[in-house]
């Protein structure tokens, strides 16, 4: 194998075989192909693609350059979601308690903020003393005894596909479908799960957009899992607008558990709890869709999934009081009210630049390793369709200073796009869209 061929061949279009393939990609790994190299060879792979069979090689490479967990001792099926990034997204906090307040480990392996979003593991961490960083003898631990555990990607868990992506992130090539399908399957498949449920987001919002291309990325995800036994479903989601009203990691924080509790804006409440009746019969595939529908919300309305987030929050070292005294999460110094100015009617909530927003806010990260203010983010208090007259609050900033409350405002006004009273916005995408299973 020469890599200098490996290369061309892909830039010019050529498939590469699978051989050769595994070969190029484990010797990037004993360091044998520098970074410059490896570069090239992800933009080629971006702009001319990968057929099934290279995907396919790069899912095992990067699924046996680590471990797998062996979590087959649990008593009850083991099944995680995947979402593949929204602005306001913060279903995972709600939902992994709740699904193992339904007999079914979640054994979470979350991200960071990536680009215009929030990450999960940053959003728990708004949690006084709560730790995403513990090893894995202690995470099956906390799984056992708690039914879910939340951490991030260990150095042990597909290092080929940690190495690949620090890459992919400083090279323009993240978006394209087959390295975001086999970098989010073979950390999946190496989790030892039953079933994987995998959240797609579709509209502006999304990395990728286009209703196509997100059903295009899905289909392949779920190709991927199940061609190794792992029973994966697949749903399309509306991020043609913010989910919920909390954009920003301790905001959103506070809204999931408002959602453990029976509050909360109603699509984070649907979604949260669709989601847990797919992992549910993902778990328990005999269940029928509308008795999981309602062992969901019987475990939600309980107070059983909040009673569950309580004891993942002690067991993680969080303060475990945040969840009934929310003011406790990490906050921010500045609250800013937004107004507006005239009637009218809200066409659009843009949910990208309120995204972006947050990282200008200092809630997100220009550069790996920065640190972040937790406290920080957008509270939106409209949404399409809504009309609004002189002095409606459409919004609240939250901001290290007064200068941030300033510029957050600026935002604010800019994504909340109004038009003339009785004017019709456009229809927005539908929350839960097509669903995507097997055979
Ligand atoms: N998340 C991943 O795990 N991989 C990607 O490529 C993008 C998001």
Redesign the pocket.
């Known amino acids: 194998m020469i890599p200098a061929r490996v290369i061309e061949r892909k830039r010019d279009g050529h498939a590469i075989e699978p051989g050769v393939l595994a070969e190029f990609l484990d010797a990037y790994l004993r360091g044998e192909v520098p970074d410059y190299q490896m570069s090239a060879f992800l933009m080629a792979a971006y702009l001319r693609g990968l057929d099934d069979a290279e995907t396919d090689v790069l899912v095992l490479r990067m699924l046996e350059s680590g471990r797998t967990l062996d979590l087959s001792a649990l008593p009850g099926p083991r099944v995680d979601k995947?979402s593949?990034?929204g602005v306001g997204d913060k279903v995972s906090l709600a939902l992994a308690p709740l699904v193992a307040a339904l007999d079914v480990f979640v054994p979470m392996m979350a991200?960071r903020g990536?680009g215009h979003t929030t990450g999960t593991l940053d959003k728990l961490e708004a949690i006084p003393g709560f730790t995403t960083d513990v090893s894995l003898a202690r995470f099956v631990e906390i799984l056992r005894r708690v039914g879910c555990a939340m951490i991030g990607?260990t150095a042990e868990i597909a290092p080929l596909?940690k190495r690949l992506?620090a890459l992919?992130d400083v090279t323009g090539t993240?978006s394209a479908i087959p390295?975001?399908a086999a970098?989010?399957m073979s950390?999946k498949l190496a989790e030892g799960l039953d079933g994987l449920l995998l959240d797609v987001k579709v509209g502006a919002g999304a990395?990728i957009p286009e209703e196509e291309r997100a059903h295009e990325l899905a289909r392949k995800m779920v190709a991927i899992g199940s061609a190794r036994g792992l029973r994966t479903v697949a749903l399309l989601t509306a991020m043609d607008r913010p989910l919920g009203h909390a954009i920003g990691n301790g905001l959103e924080t506070a809204e999931a558990i408002s959602c453990l509790r029976g509050d909360g804006p109603e699509d984070l409440r649907e979604l949260v709890l669709t989601q847990a009746g797919e992992m549910l019969r993902l778990g328990y595939p005999d269940v029928a869709p509308e008795e999981a529908r309602r062992r969901a919300e019987r475990g939600l309305d309980s107070g059983e999934a909040l009673e569950r987030f309580r004891t993942l929050v002690e067991a993680q070292g969080g303060d475990a009081r945040v969840i009934d005294e929310p003011e406790r999460l990490k906050t921010a110094a500045v609250r800013r009210d937004v107004v507006t100015d005239r009637a009218g009617v809200v066409l659009e909530v843009g949910p990208r630049a309120l995204g972006e927003g947050v990282i200008a806010l200092g809630g997100g990260r220009t550069m790996m390793h920065q640190p972040i203010h937790p406290g920080v983010g957008f509270e939106v208090l409209v949404a399409p369709g809504d009309a609004v007259d002189p002095g409606t609050r459409i919004g609240v900033v939250h901001a290290r200073d007064e200068a941030g409350g300033r510029a957050g405002e600026e935002v604010l006004r800019g994504t909340v796009r109004l038009g003339e009273a009785g004017e019709a916005a456009p229809p927005p995408l539908a929350l839960v869209g097509r669903r995507i299973a097997a055979g």
Request: charged share 20%.
């Open positions: 995947h593949t990034g991200g990536l990607q596909d992506y992919r993240v390295l975001l970098s989010i950390k990395f």
